[in-house]
């Protein structure tokens, strides 16, 4: 129902006229709210009966889904990032590093402290990776390259 509040004692006459007005016309507006929502508006303003589970137990939830190992290959993204990513579900599972550009040249930097990175890679990826470090990317030495020889030197095929 609409409770209407005024700052006089009692309703207005106009808000008793407008009740008395959706009363008269309550079969009307039910009507039209089921048409317009399929029948939701009907539905809606049933009780809901919960279904009776006798010796059932039923768990609703969202457990962990069994997780399959993680199959990690190397890419590198559109924006220049190059990372670890499990081929079975397609997440991220570390960031490398970047491939940027300074003086128009495309060079791979290594996510290390020292190269300003704020969430490195670990000491025996960097130790690993060292030598790939600033490599120069052209055309003879591609992204595809780069992404064979880091999953080379990491074990990673």
Same mark, same amino acid.
């Given at each position: 129902? !609409?409770?209407?509040?005024?700052?006089?004692d009692?309703?207005?006459?106009?808000?008793?006229?407008?009740k008395? +007005?959706?009363?008269?016309?309550?079969?009307?507006?039910v009507?039209?709210?089921?048409?317009?929502?399929?029948?939701?508006?009907?539905?809606?303003?049933?009780?809901?009966?919960?279904?009776?589970?006798?010796?059932?137990i039923?768990?609703?939830?969202?457990?962990?889904?069994?997780?399959?190992?993680?199959?990690?290959?190397?890419? !590198?993204?559109?924006?220049?990032? !190059?990372i670890?990513?499990?081929?079975?579900?397609?997440?991220?599972?570390?960031h490398?590093?970047?491939?940027?550009?300074?003086?128009?040249?495309?060079?791979? !930097?290594?996510?290390?402290?020292?190269?300003?990175?704020?969430?490195?890679?670990?000491?025996?990826?960097?130790?690993?990776?060292?030598? +790939?470090?600033?490599?120069?990317l052209?055309?003879?030495?591609?992204?595809?390259?780069?992404?064979?020889?880091?999953?080379?030197? +990491?074990?990673?095929?």
């Amino acid at each position: 129902m !609409v409770d209407i509040i005024s700052k006089r004692d009692g309703p207005r006459r106009e808000d008793i006229q407008v009740k008395r +007005l959706i009363e008269q016309n309550r079969s009307t507006i039910v009507r039209l709210a089921d048409q317009i929502s399929g029948g939701g508006y009907s539905a809606s303003r049933k009780p809901r009966q919960q279904p009776k589970a006798d010796g059932l137990i039923i768990h609703v939830g969202s457990g962990a889904a069994p997780v399959a190992e993680a199959k990690p290959s190397i890419h !590198v993204t559109i924006n220049g990032r !190059v990372i670890s990513k499990d081929q079975n579900t397609g997440r991220q599972l570390h960031h490398i590093g970047d491939i940027r550009n300074r003086d128009g040249n495309h060079i791979f !930097v290594l996510a290390t402290k020292q190269n300003g990175f704020f969430s490195p890679v670990d000491e025996s990826i960097a130790k690993a990776l060292a030598e +790939l470090d600033g490599s120069r990317l052209a055309a003879t030495y591609t992204e595809e390259q780069l992404a064979a020889d880091i999953g080379a030197k +990491l074990g990673i095929n």
